[in-house]
């Protein structure tokens, strides 16, 4: 079942295509897996540091932003991740690394660290094709995840966070995922599901580009036929959540360019610890640290420091005030005895839902969308750069005659 949540009861987070959290930067196409919800052709070819650097130019010129993404392809495969992870620190920016970890040693983390690295996203689910891992669930996957987790806790000083695809077959286990976050609060800061999107070649929408009709199969996100589940949305998502955590509750959002109660990106955070979820962050409360945030730093913030999220109590101690959400996670803490002697760790459940098609062939994209990368000197999205490779700009989507009388009224959803 849906779980009903309305736009207008959460804070709508401020950033925006020119003022943001963070930069997605991709230095090489070249990636060591190949996973099966990838919207990336691997291809082995990497960017040189100067092509690099001009790609911080433009979002120099173009973004007001916190932290850079460092991704890929994976850019564990550069030869010079290291040196772009201190370009990036270099020009005051956080450098942080998305990665499937792959060729991650402890060596290599500690340079990446000495370079400025501040944060690390593990992209791990069980559709990745690892070699060893390949028939295993989402719940016995979390054994690796663990290893990454404990390895970037021994290193110290990074901010850690796993995303995971989600498809139909996995979806289930999205609250095992939950709770094996909450057991590694201490060392496990961010837990992000992102829903599985695939363009689907079929006899319902026409792809054009410049108004002619394109062939959309030499994109790695199309399909002859529909084999997964495309139409999960962050709704279910939550619903899913609340089937085992009832107080489960977001505070904040990013909606969609075409439909503006859309959650393209829904954000959840925790306080609590292995053996308890106090509460939740309320949405005035993020509306609060957003802004002052801000005012202080001259951006919106994208990630901390582990320290901060171990300061759980001491947040809760300062927002108890700002919001009913906040108060009642401040009061449960202060009710249990536990607390004087347990640390209260802080962390973030994330939700993103990729592109939806709607019937009548808009295309329902992440409004202020942070992971948006250079190309042709320009910002473009990055879940869709393929298209800008393949065909120069992107597809538009259009019904076609013959199959709009078919239309049932519900919305249609591609990569």
């Known amino acids: 079942m849906t779980q009903h949540l309305d736009h207008r009861s959460l804070y709508r987070l401020p950033w925006s295509m020119t003022d943001n959290t963070i930069a997605w930067l991709e230095p090489t196409e070249k990636c060591n897996l190949s996973c099966h919800g990838c919207y990336r052709k691997n291809v082995n070819k990497h960017k040189t540091l100067q ?21 890929g392809g ?3 495969t550069h030869p010079d991740v290291v040196e772009i992870v201190k370009m990036v620190a270099d020009r005051g920016w956080k450098p942080t690394l998305n990665t499937n970890g792959l060729a991650l040693d402890e060596d290599l983390l500690r340079a990446l660290k000495k370079a400025g690295l501040r944060a690390i996203t593990f992209h791990v689910d069980s559709r990745q094709g690892r070699p060893g891992w390949t028939d295993k669930t989402e ?22 966070s796993f995303n995971s695809t989600v498809y139909g077959s996995t979806f289930h286990e999205i609250p095992d995922l939950v709770d094996w976050a909450q057991q590694h609060m201490d060392i496990v800061h961010t837990m992000v599901f992102i829903t599985y999107r695939e363009a ?23 399909q002859e036929e529909r ?8 709704r279910e998502i939550v619903a899913k959540i609340q089937e085992t955590h009832p107080d489960f509750a977001p505070c904040a959002y990013l909606n969609g360019t075409e439909k503006p109660d859309s959650f393209k990106w829904l954000l959840t955070t925790r306080f609590g610890n292995k053996d308890k979820v106090y509460g939740y962050l309320g949405p005035k409360a993020m509306e609060l640290t957003q802004v002052v945030g801000h ?32 108060r009642k996670a401040a009061l449960n803490a202060l009710k249990d005895p536990r607390v004087l002697f347990n640390r209260i760790h802080m962390q973030t459940i994330v939700v993103i839902q990729p592109i939806d098609i709607l019937p009548d ?3 329902n994209m992440c409004d202020a969308c942070p992971d948006i990368t250079p190309h042709n000197g320009e910002l473009v999205w990055s879940c869709r750069l393929e298209e800008c490779l393949n065909y120069g700009e992107f597809m538009k989507t259009a019904p076609k005659k013959e199959a709009a009388g078919k239309e049932d009224g519900a919305d249609k959803t591609a990569a």
């Open 51 to 71: 092509e690099v650097a001009a790609d911080l130019d433009v979002f120099a010129k173009f973004r007001n932003f916190d932290s850079v993404s460092i991704a």
């Open 74 to 76: 994976d850019p564990l």
């Open 139 to 160: 719940v016995e996957t979390n054994e690796l995840r663990l290893q990454y987790a404990e390895l970037v806790a021994k290193v110290g000083g990074i901010l850690t």
């Open 200 to 222: 689907i070649l079929n006899d319902q929408y026409d792809y054009l580009v410049a108004g002619e009709k394109v062939d959309p199969s030499k994109l790695v996100y199309s």
């Open 227 to 234: 084999k997964e589940r495309i139409d999960i949305d962050a």
């Open 295 to 326: 005012a202080m730093n001259g951006a919106y913030t994208a990630y901390t420091n582990p320290s901060m999220a171990r300061s759980g109590r001491s947040i809760l101690s300062g927002l108890w005030m700002v919001d009913k959400e906040s």
């Open 361 to 363: 062939g808009r295309q």
